[in-house]
């Protein structure tokens, strides 16, 4: 064991200590809360399966006092000045720079990500905050619509208290790039985070408050999907559920918000194509490619599982990939070398693994990988290449969010277009060719609502980030965010010229 891996091990068990002992409950108007209900569950460790802490189940009766709450502090944060909002965001953003090893170290045990992707988290989650906080002030300008004897305006009002649920893969980040927007917009917040990686939520509502956040503003409840995340989707005080997950969860959180008629943003799976032709820069694509499935252990709803390699390339460029391959760190999260982690939880891992003997039964090779790690005990699986896939293979349809890459050759553009959008997905597309007209014809006729072309996935905060197809619904970023957690209301004042219809003499 390496010198750092040791000295990383011993922080993140202190960072660990607050957390054992007492159930991991909710945190309502301000405080710790350990809630109504008896239910209570284990989380457990990627690594190790280890038992990391004890969690309560949300009740009904739970929800129901943090969506109250919420209520309760949107009637004075939705009155308070943009400029206001900005500094205290600001603030959160300074207070999670300042723990950012915590947050860092603790995202790891809890969710088995390498540190060195996810050192950078706590920079990441600042960042949401910095860049929503700035545009507060702003956020509830709206247009002047002149009309000939009217003057029409309008201007934009917080939606109200929202619910936020987010999965598990990069927790801290995806939680603030949900609630800083809500937060600036003027909006308060329920926040039901995964229950396989409960913890960093719990650090950031103490950040927001301790930042100068009025109680009830941020509000976190704890509990499983089916149960506290179905009841905050129905409570009738929450106007809008801001859901990052599987598309199936997405259906289900559009119906039962269907009864209290709540707006819902959904950002779903994917099974994103990256597309190499021959006349790319196969270099800098060989990187992106290996890049964007094995980092985040493939548990990332942008990665490009589907590799579609011009013919003329394929087997050079496989070799390449399995060369790439051999030499991938595979091991412990809290060590700096290491590239993959092990997958969340044991029921992952199942899945994974059972998307690999669904390739062998479909008749695909596995061409790197395939199996369990052997010697390590957590839930680690080779990183896996499979080839000699159609499209039509499950291996090639299914979102596997594990580091397995289908790779699928194809003839010219028409057919790696067919072969692109011949799924249900449609959340990223990358596209690798040196000739911009065909960088253009690509970016235009895939079914995604995001295109990268020679590059992996970049991200800029004004731009817009959502997927078509069953990817999900809406966009966030820069004021579509905005768009999403406000009303946009018109407001017409005339100039006393026109002439009032008169009835009644
Ligand atoms: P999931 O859908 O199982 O769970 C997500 C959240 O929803 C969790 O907090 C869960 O407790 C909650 N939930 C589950 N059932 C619910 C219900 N009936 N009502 C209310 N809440 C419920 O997803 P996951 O397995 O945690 O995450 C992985 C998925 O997330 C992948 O499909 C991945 O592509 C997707 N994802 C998408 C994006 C994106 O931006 N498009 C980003 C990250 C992850």
New binding site residues.
């Given amino acids: 064991m390496s010198e750092a891996l040791q000295r990383n091990i011993e922080k993140a068990k202190g960072f660990l200590e607050r957390f054992r002992g007492a159930p991991l409950g909710h945190y309502i108007n301000g405080r710790d809360e350990r809630g109504a209900s008896t239910e209570v569950f284990e989380n457990l460790s990627p690594i190790d399966g280890s038992p990391l802490c004890k969690v309560v189940g949300g009740s009904d009766a739970d929800v129901d006092a943090a969506a109250r709450a919420a209520k309760t502090a949107f009637a004075g944060w939705r009155k308070s000045d943009g400029k206001t909002r900005r500094a205290l965001l600001h603030r959160v953003a300074d207070l999670i720079e300042a723990r950012s090893e915590e947050i860092a170290l603790i995202e790891c045990l809890d969710t088995g990500q390498a540190l060195r992707f996810m050192s950078k988290a706590a920079e990441r989650g600042a960042e949401n905050f910095r860049f929503f906080a700035d545009r507060a002030p702003d956020a509830a300008d709206g247009l002047a619509l002149p009309a000939a004897e009217h003057l029409n305006y309008t201007v934009r009002e917080p939606l109200g208290p929202v619910a936020v649920?987010?999965?598990?893969?990069?927790p801290f980040m995806?939680s603030t790039w949900k609630i800083a927007p809500a937060l600036a917009a003027g909006c308060t917040v329920v926040h039901?985070?995964?229950?396989?990686s409960p913890l960093t939520a719990m650090l950031l509502a103490e950040i927001v408050t301790e930042a100068g956040v009025p109680p009830g503003v941020i509000n976190l409840v704890n509990?499983?999907?089916?149960r506290?995340?179905?009841a905050?989707?129905e409570h009738p005080d929450i106007r809008a559920t801001a859901?990052?997950?599987?598309?199936?969860?997405?259906s289900?959180?559009m119906s039962?918000g269907a009864p209290t008629l709540k707006r819902v943003h959904l950002?779903?799976?994917?099974k994103n194509p990256v597309i190499v032709f021959a006349d790319a820069d196969l270099d800098r694509a060989l990187d992106a490619v290996v890049f964007m499935i094995y980092s985040l252990n493939g548990?990332?709803?942008?990665s490009s599982s589907r590799l579609l390699l011009q013919r003329s390339i394929h087997d050079e460029f496989i070799e390449r990939i399995a060369g790439r391959m051999r030499r991938l760190k595979v091991g412990h999260p809290l060590d700096p070398a290491t590239e993959v982690g092990p997958l969340i939880h044991a029921r992952?891992l199942e899945k994974v693994l059972g998307y690999l003997q669904v390739a062998r039964d479909e008749g695909a090779e596995i061409r790197c990988g395939g199996r369990r790690v052997e010697g390590l005990a957590g839930h680690y699986v080779e990183p896996t290449l499979l080839t000699g896939a159609r499209s039509s293979m499950r291996i090639a349809q299914e979102?596997i969010?594990g580091p397995v890459l289908t790779v699928l050759p194809f003839d010219d553009e028409a057919d790696a277009l067919r072969i692109a959008n011949d799924v249900r997905y449609g959340?990223t597309a990358y596209i690798w060719t040196e000739s911009a007209g065909r960088a253009l014809r690509m970016a235009h006729g895939v079914e995604a609502g995001m295109v990268w072309v020679n590059s992996e996935n970049n991200r800029h905060l004004p731009t817009p980030?959502?997927?078509v197809k069953a990817?999900?619904i809406g966009r966030d970023g820069g004021d579509y965010s905005f768009e999403f957690y406000m009303e946009t209301k018109n407001i017409c004042l005339a100039h006393g010229t026109h002439r009032v219809p008169r009835l009644g003499g």
């Fill in positions: 649920i987010t999965p598990w893969n990069t995806l039901k985070p995964a229950e396989w509990g499983i999907g089916e506290t995340g179905r905050l989707t859901f990052i997950g599987e598309s199936r969860t997405g289900l959180i039962q950002e779903l799976g994917g548990e990332r709803c942008t992952h979102e969010f959340l980030f959502g997927g990817s999900g």
